[in-house]
């Protein structure tokens, strides 16, 4: 299992939470959003998932990673 | 019909946009949030809606009418 905080911009309400965790969680990976920090938590499979992965999940939610 | 426009806090991406407006046309109202402005049009047939059922449909949804 691999650990990253990413630096996510665009996410402002428990509507973001939910769309960015849940995002990651239908790709099997586990998110946490923190709002104050503008930051999500993600840990992943490194064997099955990749970073690129996890960042264009993000961003297809409409948000950057920074 | 009725048009009011109420100010409401709490309103700050797509997804609340999407919360408030839905939830006005649930209960046959059409509702057109503004989130600079921090307003929410809502057109309403008054024999059928009271106002304060409308704001009550948007305080349901987290937000708060000031």
Redesign the interface.
């Known amino acids: 299992m691999q650990n990253v905080t990413l630096e996510v911009e665009?996410m402002?309400?428990?509507?973001?939470v939910n769309?960015v965790e849940g995002a990651l969680k239908n790709i099997g990976a586990k998110g946490q959003v923190e709002l104050a920090t503008k930051t999500v938590k993600v840990q992943f499979d490194e064997n099955k998932l990749t970073l690129e992965t996890i960042k264009e999940t993000i961003e297809e939610q409409?948000y950057d990673v920074v």
């Not at 402002?12 to 973001?16: K, Q, S």
């Open positions: 665009g402002t309400c428990g509507h973001c769309s409409g």
